[in-house]
């Protein structure tokens, strides 16, 4: 899996703003696909829902002919705006993920990675402390 971009936003920002940004950064990354298409599958996923809980939003989509998945993380302690959460929890992460359409266990391996990290209390507490990208990264880092 290639982390291609992570941001950290001091104040809140909204939804369509950071996914953008996100994306850009994978389009721009190291492997090469179809933007328009999979702008529009994402876009539909995104329309079917991608509140994971936890303060995590996962906008992801399956992209034929991509060579190892590729994902953007960001992190807004003050939360997304525009973009509605049931239960009025508010989303602080957004993991942009894209993955080999020919893959389904690359797709499901980094899903079940980033549901671990947040379901740790501590990792999830570090990442709501973070300062910079670079931390961002760092917390992305086995040691």
Known sequence: MALVYTKFYVQSESF????GFAYDALVHGPCTFDAN???KNLAERVKQGIYMGEG?????????GLS???????VCPEGFTGIEIRGGEKAQFMCVLLSPAESATAHTMVIADMA??????QWKA???????????KALFIDK
């Open 37 to 39: 298409e999979t702008w």
């Open 56 to 64: 995590l939003l996962l906008p992801h989509t399956r992209v034929p």
């Open 116 to 121: 671990k990290k947040m379901l740790n209390p």
């Open 68 to 74: 190892e998945p590729l994902m953007a993380f960001v």
């Open 16 to 19: 369509g703003r950071g996914l």
């Open 126 to 136: 570090k990442a709501l402390t973070v300062k910079s990208d670079s931390e961002i």
